[in-house]
């Protein structure tokens, strides 16, 4: 599995646009890129999957250039309730084990 | 309502028992579950993958006579640790995927069960 890196932390506005990057340099042919949320003491949430291109659900959109060595989560006017930590992983995609590897996250932070 | 079910939430023991947590898939069945570990202030970190019916796979590093996997249903897995020490003390939190509820996208997480040793 790919390893991601993002950045540590990340300040924003209620109301603004987040985007948030994630390094995958080493990405195999097969991976997808997927995005998790994590709240204090909860377990993660799943946010948006993609493989490449841009993929856009209710909640958040991903991009992926062509060259697949990095992906931008982004989530449109956040709100103080999007304050939490978000992870970018590799996996091995359908039809495989399922098995995540968390990197470190990046903890958001929402002001009003 | 919540996909994959732990219990408990929260539990206190005190250092030399074991503490057995459960994860269980809600209307689905699960051939495979994962069980991760979480410090304070830390990421996830996967101990080991849980086999409906067969031995667990544990990641380089855990022991796996100190943490107890069985997987001895399609909906129920569980965690022992064994011999419980303070450094122990964790958020332990399991997953699944629902193969007909978007299983070759998201897995589904638990909500955690905070381990203290005392």
């Known amino acids: 599995l790919a390893k991601t890196t993002q950045p540590i932390s990340m300040d924003s506005y209620e109301g603004q646009e987040v985007n948030i990057t994630c390094s995958h340099n080493n990405i195999a042919t097969n991976d997808y890129i997927t995005w998790y949320q994590q709240f204090p003491s909860q377990g993660p949430r799943f946010i948006i999957q993609g493989y490449k291109t841009k993929v856009t659900n209710e909640v958040a959109s991903l991009f992926i250039p062509a060259d697949r060595k990095s992906s931008t989560l982004s989530l449109p006017r956040v709100s103080l309730s999007d304050t939490a930590v978000y992870y970018c992983l590799s996996w091995k995609g359908p039809g495989n084990t399922g098995k995540l590897i968390f990197g470190q996250g990046t903890t958001l932070q929402v002001k009003p | 309502g919540a996909v994959v079910s732990q219990h408990p939430s929260r539990v206190i023991c005190k250092s030399g028992t074991s503490v057995k947590i459960e994860c269980r898939s809600l209307?689905?069945?699960?051939?495979?579950m994962f069980w991760y570990r979480q410090f304070p202030k830390q990421s996830l970190m996967l101990m080991a993958t849980?086999?409906?019916?067969?031995?667990?796979?544990?990641e380089q590093g855990v022991e796996k006579d100190k943490f107890l996997i069985n997987h001895a249903s399609l909906t129920l897995s569980t965690l022992t640790v064994t011999s419980a020490h303070p450094e122990d003390s964790s958020f332990y939190i399991c997953?699944?995927?629902?193969?007909?509820?978007?299983?070759?996208?998201?897995?589904?997480f638990g909500q955690g069960t905070r381990l203290t040793v005392v």
């Open positions: 997953s699944a995927r629902d193969p007909d509820r978007g299983g070759d996208t998201e897995a589904f």
């Open positions: 849980s086999n409906e019916g067969s031995k667990a796979t544990y």
């Open positions: 209307d689905f069945q699960a051939t495979t």
